[in-house]
T-cell receptor, first 112, second 113 residues
Framework: GQQLNQSPQSMFIQEGEDVSMNCTSS?????WLWYKQDPGEGPVLLIA?????ELTSNGRLTAQFGITRKDSFLNISASIPSDVGIYFC????????????FGTGTRLTIIP | DTGVSQDPRHKITKRGQNVTFRCDPI?????LYWYRQTLGQGPEFLTY????????KSRLLSDRFSAERPKGSFSTLEIQRTEQGDSAMYLC???????????FGPGTRLTVL
């Protein structure tokens, strides 16, 4: 099945550093979502974006819906140990009620 | 009700056996989705229900797979004659009709030996 292109594939950072990751698609989405997944668990919603150009924050997390509607990015500021995990972007073609198309994931590791 | 629940959390089976998973969505969420996630990949859509009606099925859902939501509440996903390629995490998500987002359960990890 289709998967969105997510980069980087993995990141190794020190605690306190800022993190940036992005997601691109060949097709347009009306909604972009960012999820975090811990090992053996389901994805947990972090941020939802509904409008092209929208910039939304959730604590130390900031995400933007690209103007072209084909991309999105997620920033994490001042990383802490609990930020470790896999981050997935996901797109929806209809508002709120269609299947999600996920990215390939970015694995975040914090080096002690 | 604090979230989507799935049962079992882990299932180990031998090739050729049938398995069934259950998903209980968030109360009053009338849309329910099944996804499959293989190691190192993002979840991939399998099928979804609005109430008891199955509205869409992915090409990933072969004839050996069947999903039901008989009363519009919980759902089951059955895999017949399992193959080693069926080994994956099976995720369920639910949402309420209207502008909203999908909330995922913890998943069922299937291992086919």
């Amino acid at each position: 099945g289709q998967q969105l292109n997510q980069s980087p594939q993995s990141m190794f950072i020190q605690e306190g550093e800022d993190v940036s990751m992005n997601c691109t698609s060949s097709s347009i989405f009306n909604t972009w979502l960012w999820y975090k997944q811990d090992p053996g668990e389901g994805p947990v919603l972090l941020i939802a974006l509904y409008k092209a150009g929208e910039l939304t924050s959730n604590g130390r997390l900031t995400a933007q819906f690209g103007i072209t509607r084909k991309d999105s990015f997620l920033n994490i500021s001042a990383s802490i140990p609990s930020d470790v995990g896999i981050y997935f972007c996901a797109g929806q073609t209809n508002f709120g009620n269609e299947k999600l198309t996920f990215g390939t994931g970015t694995r975040l590791t914090i080096i002690p | 009700d604090t979230g989507v629940s799935q049962d079992p959390r882990h299932k180990i089976t031998k090739r050729g056996q049938n398995v069934t998973f259950r998903c209980d969505p968030i109360s009053e969420h009338n849309r329910l989705y099944w996804y499959r996630q293989t190691l190192g990949q993002g979840p991939e859509f399998l099928t979804y229900f609005q109430n008891e009606a199955q509205l869409e099925k992915s090409r990933l859902l072969s004839d050996r797979f069947s999903a039901e939501r008989p009363k519009g509440s919980f759902s089951t996903l059955e895999i017949q004659r399992t193959e080693q390629g069926d080994s994956a995490m099976y995720l369920c998500a639910s949402t309420i009709q209207g502008p909203d987002t999908q909330y995922f359960g913890p998943g069922t990890r299937l291992t086919v030996l």
